[in-house]
């Protein structure tokens, strides 16, 4: 394939009144992991929803392997490949562990991959030994690391990470980014929203950082200098 | 003895209303929406039975292999065109219409057969019974339509515990906008449900008809118990809903036990007495929530 898998052109966003994105564009190539920083109400999280169909666009363009999905319902865009891992981890607290994984392949549309319950039981030990237990009983970090796994069950080839690290210890935030390399490895692209800028610059190969709802700085993880984040992020 | 007859038959009679809550509780426990056509919805079910068997010449209990399938694509039909767009706008919506949906309904059966009551013949099991001890006997058709409620409500049990549909069902339960993010069509799977409840008011349309008569009006009495039942058993549990269902028929015919005027007076005291003790039902899974 040629072209970006992701690429997101002028994006406008609005929740009636109030606009949170300003002609935003992004394009994340096959392969890569991009991460979004931004203070609080910079418009990360719209950003993820309106790429994931939660939020319709004002105006401007989503396209994924080159097709235009700006107009499809989120179930839709899962078909294809999308799944957002949501803020707030929305784990369906009436079902098991292992039935919220189950549930995860209703949107599979057909792709054969290799995740499956094996593999996330394997990426998530944790979870395996808790796979009968009810959603709503666990722990923050079970809950985060059983949304990434029920989002992985679809074999997507773009998650989105939508605050991860949110009200997490340190500890259990390592753990879980120290499994996204077996995510990438597996072929799936990342887009990940993080407040967190160390934490984003350690998992990334690229960073955009939003102001406002604008994009103030793009560029490599490697390549950009805290001085220059920091001033995008505060918009110093 | 006559005490002992009185719970047994109000066990039974328990069946026949669990059998018509049924449909009730599923769509109130997938997508909380109470509808308030559902009783016109069983008497519907009765009518076009009455038209099955007056134009194939079938019994009435062959004429669910039409009347089935016809009542699960008025479901669908009627979830996805009229019910899904009052969803999410607060409880006022879905109320309102299934409301004027139950007036509708009434009149289109008066326009279409009268307001004569009518009845469904099943010859000779309607009178048959079967002795239990020389004092107790019950009759075949409560006990096949118990025991029917039983199978139902079981098949839904394990329908919603044990497949992909089910899981979809109870994680949309849980939070809709999270079940379209794993892919599930929200839409689609709520006309799926209102299908597969109305499938079942189908069979307990058939079994009201064969029981007793019925008239275009009928409908909402028939609301009034199954929501009764639903409730004394706990808002979406399906089991709690067959308990729910035996608990007011025994009501009824203890009480009229008591008092032949008090059957459906002792009903509703219960109900009432529920409500005020235990709201929640009870058997409240614990999970269910609001």
């Given at each position: 394939m040629t072209g970006p898998l992701l690429e997101v052109a002028r994006a406008d966003c609005r929740y009636g009144d109030f606009q949170a994105l300003f002609g935003v564009s992004l394009s994340v190539a096959q392969g890569e992991t991009v991460a979004i920083v931004g203070a609080n109400g910079a418009g990360k999280s719209t950003l993820l929803k309106a790429i994931a169909g939660l939020l319709p666009l004002a105006s401007g363009t989503v396209r994924f392997a080159g097709d235009e999905v700006g107009g499809l319902p989120a179930h839709r865009r899962v078909a294809l490949g999308i799944s957002l891992v949501p803020e707030g981890r929305r784990?369906?607290?009436?079902?098991?562990v292992e039935e919220n994984l189950l549930v995860g392949?209703?949107?599979?549309?057909g792709r054969t991959g290799r995740w499956d319950l094996a593999a996330v039981y394997e990426l998530f030990p944790l979870l395996a030994d808790r796979r009968?237990?009810?959603?709503?009983?666990?722990s923050g970090g079970e809950q985060q690391a059983l949304a990434i796994g029920r989002a992985l069950m679809a074999d997507p080839r773009l998650v989105l990470l939508d605050?991860?690290?949110?009200?997490?210890?340190p500890v259990v935030v390592k753990q879980l980014y120290a499994a996204l390399p077996a995510v990438t490895a597996a072929g799936t692209t990342v887009l990940v929203v993080e407040q967190n800028v160390d934490q984003a610059l350690a998992a990334a190969d690229r960073l955009l950082c939003l102001l406002e709802g604008r994009v103030a700085l793009e560029g490599p993880a490697a390549g950009l200098t805290r001085e220059e984040i920091r001033g995008a992020y505060f918009g110093l | 003895m006559t005490w002992v007859n009185a719970v047994v038959q109000g066990v039974l009679l328990g069946g026949f209303y669990a059998l018509i809550a049924t449909g009730l509780s599923l769509v109130f426990g997938v997508m909380r929406l109470v509808n308030l056509a559902h009783g016109d919805l069983s008497i519907l079910a009765a009518f076009l039975a009455l038209t099955v068997v007056g134009l194939l010449g079938l019994g009435p209990f062959a004429a669910l292999a039409v009347v089935v399938p016809l009542m699960f694509g008025i479901g669908y039909l009627l979830q996805r065109g009229l019910l899904n767009p009052t969803l999410?706008?607060?409880?006022l919506p879905p109320v309102l219409v299934t409301f004027g949906l139950s007036i509708i309904v009434q009149n289109l059966l008066l326009l279409a057969y009268s307001a004569d009551s009518r009845g469904l013949d099943a010859g000779r099991l309607e009178t048959a019974s079967l002795a239990l001890t020389p004092q107790l006997a019950v009759g075949w058709l409560p006990l096949l339509t118990f025991v029917v409620a039983v199978a139902v409500l079981g098949g839904l049990q394990l329908l919603l515990r044990r497949t992909q549909l089910g899981r979809a069902f109870r994680a949309a339960a849980d939070d809709p906008e999270a079940a379209a993010l794993v892919g599930i069509d929200t839409r689609h799977l709520y006309a799926l449900a209102t299908a597969i409840a109305l499938a079942t008011v189908a069979i307990a349309g058939v079994f009201l008809g064969v029981r007793t008569t019925f008239a275009p009006s009928a409908g909402p009495v028939r609301l009034l118990f199954a929501f009764e039942a639903v409730i004394i058993g706990g808002l979406g549990s399906l089991w709690g809903t067959l308990i729910g269902g035996v608990v007011l028929g025994v009501a009824q015919t203890v009480g009229a036990q008591i008092n032949p005027g008090w059957d459906v007076l002792a009903g509703h005291l219960v109900f009432l007495a529920v409500l005020a003790l235990k709201p929640s039902g009870l058997f409240t899974r614990g999970t269910a929530r609001a």
């Open positions: 784990i369906f607290a009436s079902l098991t392949t209703y949107g599979r549309g009968g237990r009810m959603g709503a009983s666990l605050e991860v690290s949110l009200g997490l210890a | 999410g706008r607060g409880v």
